[in-house]
Nanobody
């Protein structure tokens, strides 16, 4: 599976941004999908994940602000980010995994990673 992220950019604090991840290749094998982020000097962390059945997981830091969704017809994963804060600044990576529980584990047994898209929130 190949994953290509898009939609990152620079936004002011309080603003919104939607990032996307287009999947191609052996998409029939995709189960859970998720968004991770990594800020300079910090570990990569799971932001949100969604199962093939639509169950979702959110990190406490983004609950109520971010929404993850997937369009199976378009083979695309989305992350709608509202009320952005400077601490949301990071490289955001799309990933696929066996289950949401697997994606939460450290280290997560990720099947595929995207190349990342930068999200920068100015104060």
């Amino acid at each position: 599976v190949q994953l290509v992220e898009s939609g990152g950019g620079l936004v002011q604090a309080g603003g919104s941004l939607r990032i996307s991840c287009a999947a191609s290749g052996s998409i029939f094998s995709i189960n859970a999908m998720g968004w991770y982020r990594q800020a300079p000097g910090k570990e990569r962390e799971l932001v949100a994940a969604i199962s093939s059945g639509g169950s979702t997981y959110y990190a406490d830091s983004v609950k109520g602000r971010f929404t993850i969704s997937r369009d199976n017809a378009k083979n695309t994963l989305y992350l709608q980010m509202n009320s952005l804060k400077p601490e949301d600044t990071a490289m955001h990576y799309c990933a696929t995994g066996p289950t949401i529980a697997n994606m939460i584990a450290r280290p997560p047994p990720i099947d595929s990673w995207g190349q990342g898209t930068q999200v920068t929130v100015s104060s």
